[in-house]
């Protein structure tokens, strides 16, 4: 049952848009709007079923290495194991209290049928509404409120309007063909409209990008979504909850995004109609394309780029793309850089596909060669996300940790169009005090031991930030390898690369309260780093380690500010 003190359903400010969520009292960054334990429906991915627990979604360690990892990194599921259930062989738990629970709440009314067939996610889930309601669950009634938009569907995508159809029918058969729900099979198919239109993507809130399943429920899936969103969705296995990401007054309509909302505006509207078939009519999107601004004007591309835009063009042209997400304007200027924007965002999708690092590579060349892209434009800060990660993944400390502290304090994608001026590409920041938190943490405590200007920016509060903070201060420590020693001594020359971890434990200490919480997997994890690194600084008198922080700081934003990526790609294999 939801307790509804803090917000309510209502008409939306969106033209057109239905309902949505809106905050009864004011909230501010970082505070937590909405919770629930779990949400009414949460479906494991298909390839998440053999090491995820079905029920609360925490993740055995695949490997002993990474279960290594986890355990030295403090996290509380490093000891995670998941067993299948008796029954049908397919469904795992990590506890008999996870099983107990979704024995009780849902399982019981699949086991049979998983036992001898294995059944697709949509259809899981389907199956498991449609007993519920005929079980007279009323939380599961308030699903059949949402608009199944099947004649959208069916008009636009019609291979997805048949899987979805098939998906409630087939559930509707495995559940021996029930009349006495509603419209019988009519209802399946719409519960499985329903929920696969306006459900949630469950991502990991350690990484944020493992997507672990779909989740429905009928008061988060009120929210509509907006590309400048006030607040944002975290998933802490299996915690559902809502924060806001910025000031939230009485009344006003909460949106989350349901997609990244940092791509150009045409880009963002076509991956919402492909993933939610509405279109998209936040404030954001009502500017169109005018935050979209390159370095130049289209016809300011020189010469040796309209040369290779025109080869673009052609092969584009031959391979039938779809340019409508990639149009800059009908000019042949205009064309020239939709060409060129179409190529860097296929080569970054293919280059993520195929985990190839030359092809990242190669997209980031274009964006920074041919001068067009500000670092802060889609795609050039996700194309370094997937480098660093990739070049993590090889163990290329160097090229990793330079990319890291690039994004962190150059490159973060534009978000906020409000404080955000997409000429001079300079963001308001504003300094957060430490302590607005009620219940301390120990680390919290060991923390008024310092006062550091560290700064956060409160209008984009959210687990990305966090992250990007985490991976600096990981990578940070990993640059203490003897291999680096040469590296470490060059940078050592511009700012004390030792005291980078401990500062950066400090501003994770401030993100984690305003976004995933210290309870969860990633704060456990936080907290460990910090305890461990505190120990580390423990001789140091507070009052000379203050000073040492506050000075490292802007030396490390100039020293980021001065790293060359094209140089840093060039030199790395
Ligand atoms: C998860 S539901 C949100 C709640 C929904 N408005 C309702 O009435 O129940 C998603 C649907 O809301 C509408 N919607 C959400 N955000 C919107 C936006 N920014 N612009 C237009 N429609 C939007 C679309 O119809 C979308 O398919």
Redesign the pocket.
């Known amino acids: 049952m939801y307790t509804m003190e803090n917000v309510e359903i209502r008409q939306?400010a969106?033209p057109g848009?239905?309902?949505?969520l809106f905050a009864k009292k004011a909230f501010k960054p970082g505070d937590v709007i909405f919770s629930v334990a779990r949400p009414l429906v949460a479906e494991l991915h298909d390839e998440q079923r053999l090491r995820t627990c079905a029920w609360c979604f925490k993740q055995a360690p695949a490997t002993p290495m990474e279960r290594m990892m986890a355990t030295s990194m403090g996290s509380p599921t490093a000891d995670t194991s998941v067993k299948a259930c008796k029954g049908c062989k397919r469904a795992r738990y990590c506890s008999k209290a996870c099983q107990v629970k979704a024995w009780k709440t849902e399982h019981k009314y699949e086991c049979k049928t998983l036992k001898y067939v294995d059944v697709v996610e949509p259809t899981r889930i389907v199956h498991k509404l449609l007993k519920r309601l005929q079980a007279g669950d009323q939380e599961v009634e308030a699903a059949l409120r949402?608009?199944s938009?099947q004649e959208d569907v069916k008009a636009q995508w019609p291979e997805h309007y048949d899987r979805l159809r098939e998906a409630g029918a087939a559930a509707w058969r495995n559940c021996d063909e029930p009349d006495d729900i509603y419209g019988g099979l009519e209802t399946a198919v719409s519960l499985s409209f329903n929920v696969m239109?306006?459900g949630l993507s469950l991502f990991d809130a350690g990484t944020a990008t493992e997507r672990l399943g779909r989740g429905f429920d009928p008061v988060l899936?009120?929210?509509?979504?907006?590309c400048d969103p006030n607040a944002f969705f975290v998933f802490d296995t299996p915690t559902a909850v809502f924060r806001a990401g910025r000031i939230i007054a009485a009344g006003d309509e909460i949106f989350i995004s349901y997609k990244p909302s940092t791509n150009p505006f045409r880009y963002r509207q076509a991956e919402l109609k492909q993933f939610?078939?509405?279109?998209?009519?936040?404030s954001k999107c009502a500017q169109g394309d005018t935050l979209d601004g390159f370095n130049k004007l289209p016809e300011d591309l020189d010469s040796h780029w309209c040369a290779r835009a025109d080869a673009m063009m052609q092969q584009q042209a031959r391979e039938d793309v779809e340019m409508s997400r990639y149009w800059v304007n009908d000019s042949v200027a205009g064309r020239r850089l939709s060409a060129l924007q179409a190529d860097v965002f296929q080569r970054h999708q293919h280059g993520v596909q195929t985990n190839s690092v030359n092809e990242l590579k190669s997209a980031l060349r274009t964006c920074l060669e041919s001068g067009m892209w500000p670092l802060r434009r889609e795609p050039v800060p996700g194309i370094l996300r997937d480098l660093q990660s990739a070049y993590t993944t090889s163990r290329m400390l160097l090229p990793s940790f330079l990319i890291a502290l690039k994004r962190h304090f150059v490159s973060r994608p534009v978000q906020i169009s409000r404080s955000f001026d997409s000429f001079s590409g300079e963001e308001k920041v504003v300094h957060h005090s430490r302590h607005e938190t009620s219940s301390r943490t120990e680390v919290e405590t060991l923390l008024t031991r310092f006062v550091v200007n560290l700064e956060l920016h409160p209008g984009s509060v959210d687990h990305f930030q966090l992250l990007s903070s985490y991976s600096v201060m990981h990578l940070a420590l990993g640059m203490s390898d003897p291999n680096e020693a040469q590296n470490v001594r060059e940078m050592e020359q511009h700012f004390k690369l030792r005291l980078l971890p401990m500062a950066m434990a400090i501003q994770l200490s401030e993100q984690v309260p305003l976004s995933v919480g210290w309870d969860s997997d990633m704060g456990h994890r936080v907290r460990h780093a910090c305890n461990q690194l505190f120990a580390l600084s423990g001789g140091t008198p507070p009052a000379s380690l203050t000073r040492q922080l506050n000075a490292l700081w802007p030396k490390v934003r100039a020293y980021a500010e001065r790293i060359d990526l094209l140089e840093v790609i060039n030199r790395a294999r």
Request: proline residues 0%; glycine residues 8%.
């Open positions: 939306s969106i848009a239905g309902s949505g949402f608009q938009k239109t306006n899936c009120a929210a509509n979504h907006s939610y078939y509405f279109e998209c009519r936040c």
